[in-house]
């Protein structure tokens, strides 16, 4: 899964700058089996845009720190079961590539395309690529409550 990640900065005279244009070597296999990548992680809002720091090196678990956020990219293996799980927090996932379900309580699904953009308000959920072709997709976890009615425990 090769992954690029452009970061921009400031030189010593406060011009912008690219600081950082690569191809990204943290690629993970995820608690699901899928293969992920962690892009950026913020610890607070408002989150700092100076440093040297490259947060995307951090050991994360699947959700943000608490009143964090987390930029995800996860690449989704055809002919694996979704794994189910729930976090306390509102993720906005972006299909890139490829065609999956989102599966939900009681065998509930909804099916995402390219271009589809989903908003996930703290739910229990699991991904499923659709068809012999991986599927792509881009998640931003903000750090959320926890809903008021719910089934399941937060990873």
Known sequence: MDIRRIVTG???EGKAIVEKDEIMGNVKVMPSGHKGCVMWVTDKTPAPVEGDE???LRDLGIAPPARGSVLRILEL???KAAFMHRTD???YCI???G???MKLDDDAEVVMKPGDILIQRGTWHGWEARGEDPCRLAFILIG???PSKH???AL
């Open 10 to 12: 400031h030189d010593a």
């Open 54 to 56: 490259d947060p995307a």
């Open 77 to 79: 293996a055809p002919g």
């Open 89 to 91: 927090t509102l993720d």
């Open 95 to 97: 299909c890139l590539q």
């Open 99 to 101: 065609e999956c379900a």
């Open 144 to 146: 959320g409550e926890k």
């Open 151 to 153: 089934l399941h425990d």
